[in-house]
């Protein structure tokens, strides 16, 4: 690159072509930095969305559980309902 710069412009010198290509390079560094960041931010806020999301799923299945185990305890009721409601008929 620095040879092409010196190829291009022909009254540059060495020292202000070194110093384009430093800052060049300086700003490359910034930016992979920044780029390295923003990929760690995100990858961060995927781990919390996966857990939130196991979080939620286990709540839901946790709820469809309680909810058959109701469904249960309704029918054995309406069962021991029906079963006290022959024996008064019958008496």
Not at 17 to 44: C, D, G, H, I, P
Not at 69 to 75: K, V
Request: aromatic residues 6%; negative net charge.
């Amino acid at each position: 690159m620095l040879k092409a710069y010196l190829a291009t412009v022909p009254d540059a010198s060495y020292d202000e072509a070194a110093a384009m290509q430093a800052a060049f390079m300086r700003e490359n560094f910034e930016q992979y930095v920044a780029l390295e960041a923003q990929e760690e931010k995100l990858a961060s806020l995927g781990r919390l969305l996966t857990r939130a999301t196991v979080r939620e799923n286990a709540k839901l299945i946790e709820q469809s559980a309680q909810s058959q185990g109701l469904g249960e305890q309704e029918r054995a009721f309406e069962k021991a309902s029906q079963k006290l409601l022959r024996l008064e008929a019958q008496q």
